[in-house]
Each structure stands twice: as C-alpha cells, then as structure tokens.
C-alpha cells in the first residue's frame, strides 16, 4: 500500500503545486535513491528485521507531506528510496528463508499475491486520504499503513511458538507412532 500510495501523493502534491512536468524528476530520484538503497543494505554484514526495515520506510514517507514543491520532494523521495529496495529483497528474503522447500513455490506466490493486494488497495485509500485532506495526507496514509503493518510484523515477530515441529517420526506426523522418549529418559 505504502508505494503505490506513494507514486499518487507525489503526483497529486506536483499536481497542486502546478508543477506536474517535474513528476518524472521526482520518481527518477526515488528510483535511483533505491538502487542505492539496495546496494548498501546488500553490503552490510547482518540484514535488519523486515518490520524494521517497513517501519522506517513508513516513518521517512510521512514527512513527505510537508513538501510543496518538486526540489523538497526530491529530498523527501530519496530518504523513502534508501529503504524501498531493501524492504522489498528483506520480505522476499524472509518468505523464502521460512517456507519449507516443499512449499516454498507457494508461500512466494502468496506473497505476491498480498505484494499486489497491497498495491491495488494503495491507490484508493491515499486517494481517499488525499480527497479529505491535502495531497501532503496521502503521504501521510501511506507512511501510517507502512507503520501499521510493521506492527503488525513486530509483535508476530515476538510471539513464541505454541510448538515446535517436531523432527520426522514425531508426534506431529498423523499415524506415525511416537518415537520420542517419554518420562526420565525425555530431553529437556
């Protein structure tokens, strides 16, 4: 939600501010800011938490909203690009790291699927938040729907499993018999 509600803010804010000609400027400089991005998160040592990573970018996208011409929203857009391209290679990072091989075509497909949901539904809610506010509220909508979903991962993120899998021959698989030690001879 968070970009493509991004890409409509930039042109509705250009669009206020009678400077529509320079919407090519300003989405050049987030691209390019995003390479870039891209290029130093992938020469750190240690990747960051996803949630961490959508939260900043949805912190450094709000701001936007209080630039009014095209030089201060190329400001603005480069600060959100330094994270685009590193959320987005961390989400799919995660999702192949986590989804077993067996299922791994499936989980990558459903995240693309909830990739495209989010931006489809971008659109309409800034959109919306533009049509009640200014076109700075769009930037606004799409920072706090980044927010919100970065919370959403943190504290999924935290939560401690209610079990384990367990390893092949454990109770887990239905009409294998339970193969593990059971009463003194159990591990910890």
Known sequence: MLLSGVDLAII????????????????????VSSVTGGLIYGALPRPLPTWLLLGLLGLVTIPAGFA??????????????LLTAPTLSTVADAVSRLAPAGVRGEATGLQSSAQSGGFALGSPVVGMAIDLTVPGGGFAAAGLAGLAAALTGCLLSRRSPARTPAPLGGRDRVGVPDLEPHGADARP
Do not use: K, N, R
Request: charge should be negative.
């Open 12 to 31: 509705a804010t250009l669009e206020e501010a009678g400077q529509l000609s320079w919407a090519a400027v300003v989405v050049a400089v987030l691209g």
């Open 68 to 81: 009014h011409d095209w030089p201060w929203l190329c400001v603005a857009m480069a600060g959100t690009g």
